[in-house]
């Protein structure tokens, strides 16, 4: 769970595949989020089927633990998750992700500011 811009906690999903980081509308639309609906992108999933994103919220604090990273998240009409967490966020929190036997995962991230964990 993250705390999304200092107002809910919404259960993310993690993927170092993806190449941004994502958020449905209806999350955006509940948490009141705003988003630059002129930066759009055209995206090919995983089972090849194509869509664009309706925009870019820009800068969104996004806290986990004492830790605050500061998003650029592309929202989406409908994906099947409500956040999905990229490439873009394993490189700014320097995470590190172990997994036992595809039972237990355990995510560490680290604030590269402050060196928190």
């Not at 090849?48 to 592309?74: F, K, R, W």
Request: hydrophobic share 40%; proline share 3%; glycine share 6%.
């Amino acid at each position: 769970m993250m705390l999304i811009d200092n107002k809910e906690e919404v259960e993310c999903i993690t993927d170092s595949g993806s190449q941004i980081i994502s958020m449905s509308t209806a999350i955006a639309s509940n948490l009141g989020l705003s988003y630059n609906s002129n930066i759009v992108l055209n995206m090919q999933s995983a089972n090849g089927t194509m869509d664009q994103s309706l925009g870019l919220a820009h800068n969104v604090p996004c806290t986990i633990g004492n830790i605050t990273v500061y998003l650029e998240i592309h929202i989406l009409w409908s994906p099947a998750y409500n956040i999905l967490l990229g490439c873009p966020f394993d490189v700014l929190t320097q995470s590190v992700v172990n997994t036992l036997s595809n039972v237990k995962t355990t995510i560490t991230i680290m604030d590269p500011n402050t060196s928190m964990q």
